[in-house]
């Protein structure tokens, strides 16, 4: 008798799963323990086995297609057994996916497609076809991708496991492997261009393949490919007409610099580094690069408008008595919003102007703090920052004050008994919060070392999912800037937020008499819907306390 498999709650908090990957296809032999798919939850992409033996009959969502907790996953079963029974009772929940999507993009999408083209493809079932690849979501945020670039050209062959492309998500750019192996009959994007989530990403599979038959259905049915191409064109008439007229009225006096790029420029980042120091606005520069991509050639051979030369004997001309004129030139660079940035500044106003906050700000003599760290460096088989030492007196001041602690789920408080830290990590797109876990239980030096590797794999944008989920309290350290004090926003869904400041020398009384001291000043940022004000003060009381007396932590 044929099994159904439901799709499972991998994590506490998941409520749909995407398939990031089928491993077996229908037909296939299914052995007990054998990997079955990768299901990719709200926490990370996680490898689901099968717990039975038997003939893989069908899959209730291809690669990329989203299921609920409870849809229906797969049925397993003998060879040729009928399962139209089973489907009709969980049709509803497998076949979801793939309408949603086109439902909401069809009006769009039709208006651009020819009739023929719609009605003669009318009969391919693209959701089913293997050889199509839909933009995964590679983080638990993600609803659209960059791709930042290509590691395989069409007519490339592919192989199972090899790169495919590197997708710039909200959090990072990562890697996209190839689940199986063909040839890449098609590109749904160019390097620089966007792609939704389950929207068509490219095309994998013999020669021969009807491509021009699978984009055309896609377009037909969601519109995602038409959404590729049209937004990189769409765009110039537009801008070009605005900047031709006052150009036109203007040209019998003034020769202007043509604007060439508008929207979002591509370039290579040699070009972008050469072009800012050169002074080179790049919306002037003609790129000769794929797609218009401006190289380094671009900008060696790129001569300024000779506008402002021409402009300036005249004026000097005109007025000889005015000698102090001022020549110059307005210009700006439009920058496209990154993803990363873009959920920064969505989940960032969510907790600002959703949670109450208020701020308690405590001054830390670090004197006894410096002493013990250089006498810790001194036997250390890793450097302890000031940081690190923050990290670790947080965790411990946390198992003391467990509603610091917390979380803001809604209808509950949601208090921790495990102290997992985010450390707020700055790059050059925005900011990212890899977590130490369990820091409660670590060494100095095991914080060391770890807060040391995520800053650098943060940097190397080689940070996955998995390292910045799961924070119970955030810190954010400025002090190495010059920062004396600020106040940072709550790192959703924790309830509090710690900001340092950097130690500088000021005046303090001790035993009666003004010496100076070394002072860091901490601001706690609390959820005034999980955290009483007393609380949060009672929490930096212990802090200071751990900071002014570090062999405390020992104890």
Sequence with gaps: MAEVILMPRLSDTMTEGVI?????????????????AEIETDKATMELESYQDGVLLHIGTPNGGKLQVNDLLAIFGKPGEDISDILKI?????????????????????????????????GIDVSAMEEVVLMPRLSDTMTEGVIASWQKNVGDVVM???????????????????????????????????????????????????????????????????????PAAAPAPAATSTVAAPSAATSASVS?????????????PLAKRIAAEKGIDLKYVKGSGDNGRITK?????????????????????????????????VSFTDVPVSQMRKVIAKRLSESLFTAPHFYLTMQIDMDAAIAART????????????????????????????????????DFIRYNDHI?????????????????????????????????????????????????????FTISNLGMFGIDQFTAIINPPDACILAVGGI?????????????????????SCDHRVVDGATGAAFLQTLKQLLEEPVRMLV
């Design 420 to 472: 997992n830290i985010g450390v707020a990590v700055a790059v050059d797109e925005g900011l990212l919060v890899p977590v130490v876990r369990f820091a409660d239980s670590k060494s100095l030096s095991q914080i060391g070392a770890e807060v040391k590797d995520f800053a650098q794999r943060a940097k190397d944008k080689k940070l996955q999912p998995s390292d910045w989920e799961g924070s119970t």
């Design 20 to 36: 990031a990957a089928w491993h077996k296809n229908v037909g296939d032999t299914v052995k007990k323990g054998d990997l079955l």
């Design 504 to 524: 500088s020398q000021e005046p303090v009384v001790k035993n009666g008499q003004v010496v100076p001291g070394n002072i860091m000043k901490l601001t706690l």
């Design 160 to 230: 199972k496991g090899e790169v495919l492309a590197d997708i710039e998500t909200d959090k990072a750019t990562m890697e996209l492997e190839s689940y199986k192996d063909g040839i890449l009959l098609y590109q749904g994007a160019q390097p620089g261009e966007k792609i939704l989530v389950n929207d068509l990403l490219c095309i994998i599979g013999k020669e021969g393949l009807d491509v021009a038959a699978i984009v055309a259905a896609v377009k037909a049915g969601s519109g995602s490919a038409a959404s590729v191409s049209a």
């Design 297 to 329: 050639i671009d900008i060696d051979q790129y001569t300024p408008a000779t506008a402002v030369a021409a402009s300036a004997p005249a004026a000097k001309s005109a007025a000889p008595a005015i000698s102090n004129a001022v020549v110059g030139q």
């Design 90 to 122: 969980h049709g509803g929940n497998s076949a979801a996916p793939a309408p949603a999507a086109t439902v909401e993009t069809a009006a769009p999408a039709t208006a651009s497609i020819p009739e023929p083209t719609s009605s003669a493809t009318s």
């Design 375 to 410: 006498k810790i460096n001194e036997v250390a088989s890793v450097k302890v920052s000031f940081n690190d030492l923050v990290v670790k007196a947080t965790a411990m001041a946390l198992k003391k004050h467990p509603k610091i602690n917390s979380s803001w789920m809604g």
């Design 256 to 268: 202007e610099p043509e604007v060439v790029n508008t929207g979002r420029i591509f370039a290579s």
